[in-house]
C-alpha cells in the first residue's frame, strides 16, 4: 500500500500498553505492529494490573480491525490509516543486536522497512529502544497522542 511518500509507522508493544487504540492517533499512514508486538502483547494479557488489562483490550482492537480483512496484507481503519501486522522479519545489519530479545527484532522489522525505501518512525515508549533505532539511522519517535502530529514530523 505504501507509495514511498506515506509516513509508515512501527509501533512498540508498550505503545499499546499505555494506550490500546493508540493506531488511531496516526492519520492517513501505514502502521506495522511486527508480529513480535503481538507475541509480547500475548504474554501480558494475563496480568492482573493495568498492563494486563491494556493488552487485552489491544488484542480485541486488533482483533476488531482484522475481522474486515487479512491484517498480515492491511486493513483500513476509520482515520485513513493501513494497519498490517509484519510477518517477516529477516534483515541483516551491521550491528551486534541480540535477536533474541524482542525488542530488538521489533527494531529490526522497522529498519528493514526503512532498507525498502520508506519514511519509517519507530514509536516507541521505550527510551532506550528509541536509542538503538537512532543508531540504526530509524527515526524514532516518542508516543504522546497529545504530542505526536504526524503532519509535522520531518520527512527528509
Avoid at 482484522?66 to 551491521?94: C, P, T, W
Avoid at 525498502?116 to 529502544?129: C, H, L, M, P, T
Amino acid at each position: 500500500m505504501n507509495d514511498r511518500t506515506q509516513k509508515t509507522f512501527v509501533i512498540d508493544t508498550n505503545v499499546f500498553i499505555h494506550r490500546p487504540d493508540a493506531v488511531l492517533s496516526f492519520r492517513d499512514s501505514e502502521i506495522v505492529v511486527p508480529l513480535w508486538v503481538l507475541e509480547e502483547l500475548d504474554k501480558l494479557k494475563s496480568f492482573s494490573d493495568e498492563r494486563g488489562r491494556n493488552a487485552r483490550h489491544a488484542i480485541r482492537f486488533l482483533d476488531s480491525v482484522g475481522r474486515g480483512g487479512k491484517l498480515s496484507q492491511g486493513a483500513k481503519l476509520e482515520n485513513g490509516s493501513i494497519l498490517r501486522v509484519s510477518l517477516d522479519h529477516a534483515v541483516k545489519v551491521d550491528a551486534d543486536l541480540q535477536l533474541d530479545k524482542n525488542d530488538n527484532r521489533i527494531i529490526l522489522a522497522a529498519y528493514k522497512l526503512q532498507q525498502e525505501g520508506r519514511e519509517v518512525f519507530f514509536v516507541s515508549k521505550d527510551i532506550n529502544a528509541r536509542v538503538k533505532a537512532t543508531a540504526l539511522g530509524l527515526r524514532a519517535v516518542d508516543y504522546e497522542k497529545q504530542k505526536v502530529n504526524i503532519d509535522t514530523l520531518y520527512s527528509g
